[in-house]
């Protein structure tokens, strides 16, 4: 890592209060042994998505650890990304087209970006299907591992027909949750995503501050707020949260507020978007505002935080909010069923009914938010915060040695 007498990187130390000085001694022990390992993250965008927002705070762990951890994002033109849209919503259970001219651009993309990219590195972590078949153009000097997020829960199959020998070129695949397993020549691990607690999305607010964020977007605080925060993506169904909302208040008064971004790698954002405009009034209030305090104020103080997704490979945003002590309704799919254990520290809901009937039962019970929210926040400490994922990459690394090396 190089020196600074000004700049101090988050440590794994400081993870103590939360996860207790064994752990910390735990990884610190670990990491001992891979001093100096070279090692590259790559996927698609630095911007937008829970990928990104996952790379930027681990790839520092990392190097704070001692590996000499780099981030690397591939670049193509706007077909590139349409087609590794369609691509990503196939493998969620969409349809494609996949015609040999997406195929074309596909690879040749990614190609173009493997000659752009010397990848020497002792682990490559390639993220996601838009460079998977960087794989086959560089030559490893040591194991790579590919990092599917993706809800693999039902993909299509022609498209994972054709992904798969990419796959296994790769020398492990890790899927968020076992329910993602592939029938695959490649050895399959499963982590699931954890948060930083350190950000500024994450760190402490006082109401002060809340109160301030909150103000300077003119967002009323006089009713309870319902929130979800999201790319504005149709998996993560703002339709339905819409109306859910819509439903919730003829019970109860509150406010909805969608805070959402767009991804340099997702294409459809606009149009998601530009679709739910009509339904914007006083109390339905659509966001695009580039402010990760903004998502921290507005995580605090919802009375609700919904993450309606009708896919999901991991809600970081239920995560975030869970560690606020915000109590979410979930979808009822992928990774939120194993992040929300369903009336005991949230709910998850399978319509959009069900969701407005778990609205108005948070909204007219304050104790069962704040149980719900404890149990939540706790629920994060235990399991979901990155010094545990940190743990399972320097397990996945040091299993390679022995086995990489016999190999080649
Ligand atoms: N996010 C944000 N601003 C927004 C919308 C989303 O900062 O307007 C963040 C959100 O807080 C979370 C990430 O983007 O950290 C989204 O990750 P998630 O796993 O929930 O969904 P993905 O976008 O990867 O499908």
Redesign the pocket.
């Known amino acids: 890592m190089p020196p600074s007498s000004e700049h101090r990187l988050v440590r794994v130390e400081d993870y103590a209060p939360f996860i207790g000085e064994e752990a910390v001694e735990r990884i610190l022990d670990k990491a001992r042994p891979l001093q100096d390992l070279r090692v590259a993250h790559v996927n698609s965008t630095y911007y ?7 790379l930027s705070p681990l790839t520092l762990l990392m190097n704070s650890v001692g590996l000499l951890t780099e981030w690397r994002a591939i670049q193509g033109p706007s077909d590139f990304f349409s087609i590794t849209k369609k691509m990503h919503n196939a493998l969620q259970g969409g349809c494609l087209r996949f015609t040999r001219m997406k195929r074309r651009i596909y690879e040749e993309v990614v190609y173009q970006n493997a000659v752009r990219n010397l990848l020497d590195h002792d682990r490559v972590i390639v993220h996601d299907p838009q460079p998977l078949p960087l794989v086959r153009h560089s030559r490893k000097r040591g194991p790579w591992i590919w990092r599917c ?1 993706v809800d693999l829960s039902q993909p299509l199959p022609e498209l994972w027909d054709y992904l798969r020998p990419y796959v296994e070129d790769y020398d492990a695949a890790v899927f968020s949750v076992p329910e993602y397993a592939q029938s695959l020549k490649t050895p399959q691990r499963f982590f699931m ?1 954890a ?1 930083d607690p350190f950000c500024i ?1 994450n760190r402490d607010l006082t109401e002060a501050e809340i109160d301030e964020r909150l103000a300077r977007y003119c967002i009323p605080t006089d009713l309870p707020l319902v929130v979800q ?3 504005f ?1 149709r ?2 169904d703002p339709e339905g949260v819409v109306r859910a909302f819509l439903l919730a208040r003829r019970e109860v008064p509150c406010t909805l507020v969608l ?3 767009i ?1 340099n790698d ?1 294409p459809e954002g606009q149009e998601v978007y530009e679709a739910l405009l009509k339904h914007q009034e006083e109390r339905v209030i659509l ?6 305090a ?2 921290n104020a507005l ?1 605090r103080r919802a009375a609700v935080v919904v ?1 309606k ?1 009708l896919r ?9 909010a869970m560690w606020k002590g915000t109590p979410v309704i979930g979808g009822n799919v992928g ?1 939120i069923r194993h992040q929300i254990q369903n009336g005991h520290n949230g709910f998850l809901v399978d319509s959009v009914e069900q969701c407005a009937e778990r609205i108005v039962q948070l909204l007219k019970d304050p104790r069962l938010r704040e149980r719900l929210g404890q149990r939540g926040r706790e629920s994060v400490k235990r399991h979901f915060l990155l010094t545990r994922y940190l743990e399972q990459y320097l397990d996945l690394f040091a299993g390679f040695e022995a086995r990489y090396l016999l190999k080649h």
């Open positions: 937008g998505g829970g990928v990104a927002e996952l997020h995503p948060i999305k925060v999201s790319r993506d998996w993560k805070l959402g971004n991804a997702d966001l695009i505002r580039e402010d990760t903004l998502v995580q993450q997704s999901e490979g991991f809600g970081l945003t239920v995560a975030e990774g």
